[in-house]
């Protein structure tokens, strides 16, 4: 199937809003969740308004948690449809869904979120990074003799001898970026904590969320730019700065190995493979569950899911990883489950 409507507005992240006239008579897919899933959920959302004859769903934000929760206050036209999540559903939160008697859930993997770290093609040798390298060159402190100081690193080289002698020069996801917090709490929190900088940071806090606040803290005296467009924008970053070090979708830097060379992270080389094993460290997979109680209730909610993984959207040549979701290789499988509306 061929979606020729597919406009480049498609690929704009911000969710489609639809005035409800009455949340008892509602006609339209109701989502809510993950902050990361949003961008995709969003892409997904306006191309199906665009294709299909129902309303544009309504997807929201609030972070997988909230999500999670306003999925399983109950069954109804009053509830969300959808619950995006970076993460696989908690135990705890299915105990909650069933006691208010949401009972079938259908659990949809999407894809993978993954980023690689990638140079010019003839620039200097960034071959090899490791999560805590990332942390000691970005962030804002670091721990010295038991206090807090502004990050003295100029040069790669001030990190580890090992890393080229160049300014510190990084273009990193923007916050309004759907990978930015895999980029945090892969890279940069993992990084405190190998390096063992989490631990000198809680002994001055004494504080467990002031210490990840101190981990997760980028510097900004220019050594790291956050860029909140598209891939294009990272790259026209790398072609402008020869010394840089972007950040980019595995699918982006592929269709651009011509122009980029890209670095392994802590010794493994990024690929779907890889990704999808989640051996790569800076990996995971994304999730939305459906109520399958909602379906053939909500109008569009069936074949807005099959829609959702279908190739034309998650597929490998797809808008979505040309956003940066990495395609799941056992995408058909997922196709099949949905289509079958299996249950977890």
């Known amino acids: 199937m061929s979606f020729m409507k597919?406009?480049?507005?498609?690929?704009?992240?911000?969710?489609?809003?639809?005035?409800?006239?009455?949340?008892?008579?509602?006609?339209?897919?109701?989502?809510?969740?993950?902050?990361t899933v949003l961008p995709?959920?969003?892409?997904v959302a306006e191309a199906f308004g665009e294709n299909f004859d129902f309303p544009t769903p309504v997807v929201e934000s609030g972070g997988s948690s909230a999500g999670l929760k306003r999925f399983c206050?109950?069954?109804?036209?009053n509830t969300v449809d959808i619950a995006n999540a970076s993460r696989p559903i908690k135990d705890s939160e299915r105990e909650a869904c069933a006691a208010?008697?949401?009972?079938?859930?259908?659990?949809?993997?999407?894809?993978?979120?993954?980023?690689?770290?990638?140079?010019?093609?003839?620039?200097?040798?960034?071959?090899?990074?490791?999560?805590?390298?990332?942390?000691?060159?970005l962030a804002a402190e670091l721990p010295v003799d038991?206090?807090?100081?502004?990050?003295?690193?100029?040069?790669?080289?001030?990190?580890?001898?090992?890393?080229?002698?160049?300014?510190?020069?990084?273009?990193?996801?923007?916050?309004?970026?759907?990978?930015r917090e895999v980029f945090e709490v892969n890279v940069i929190e993992a990084g405190c904590e190998s390096s063992g900088a989490m631990e000198e940071i809680m002994a001055i806090t004494s504080d467990e969320d002031a210490t990840t606040e101190a981990c997760m803290a980028i510097r900004t005296d220019g050594a790291s730019v956050d860029i909140d467009g598209d891939y294009t924008e990272?790259?026209?970053?790398?072609?402008?700065?020869?010394?840089?070090?972007?950040?980019?979708?595995?699918?982006?830097y592929e269709n651009n190995t011509d122009k980029l060379k890209v670095a392994t992270m802590g010794g493994v080389e990024p690929s779907t493979e890889t990704i999808s094993t989640g051996e790569y460290p800076v990996s995971r997979p994304l999730f939305f569950y459906v109520k399958k109680a909602h379906i053939g209730v909500?109008?569009?909610?069936?074949?807005?899911?099959?829609?959702?993984?279908?190739?034309?959207?998650?597929?490998?040549?797809?808008?979505?990883?040309?956003?940066g979701l990495v395609s799941d290789p056992e995408l058909a499988a997922t196709q099949t489950a949905v289509a079958d509306e299996a249950t977890m």
């Open 146 to 179: 038991g206090a807090m100081v502004a990050n003295p690193n100029k040069t790669w080289a001030d990190v580890d001898p090992s890393l080229p002698a160049e300014d510190i020069m990084a273009f990193i996801p923007g916050t309004k970026h759907g990978t």
């Open 298 to 323: 909500i109008p569009g909610l069936k074949e807005f899911t099959e829609f959702f993984v279908s190739d034309d959207m998650a597929g490998p040549d797809g808008p979505l990883a040309e956003y």
């Open 73 to 77: 206050e109950g069954v109804g036209e």
């Open 234 to 252: 990272t790259l026209a970053r790398i072609d402008a700065n020869p010394n840089g070090v972007g950040v980019f979708g595995l699918a982006f």
């Open 100 to 137: 208010a008697g949401v009972t079938d859930i259908m659990e949809v993997r999407i894809g993978y979120d993954g980023i690689v770290f990638a140079s010019q093609f003839d620039g200097p040798e960034f071959t090899a990074f490791t999560q805590d390298q990332w942390y000691k060159a």
């Open 6 to 35: 597919l406009a480049t507005s498609a690929l704009a992240i911000s969710a489609a809003t639809v005035t409800i006239a009455s949340a008892q008579s509602r006609d339209n897919v109701q989502v809510a969740g993950s902050s």
């Open 40 to 43: 995709y959920a969003s892409i």
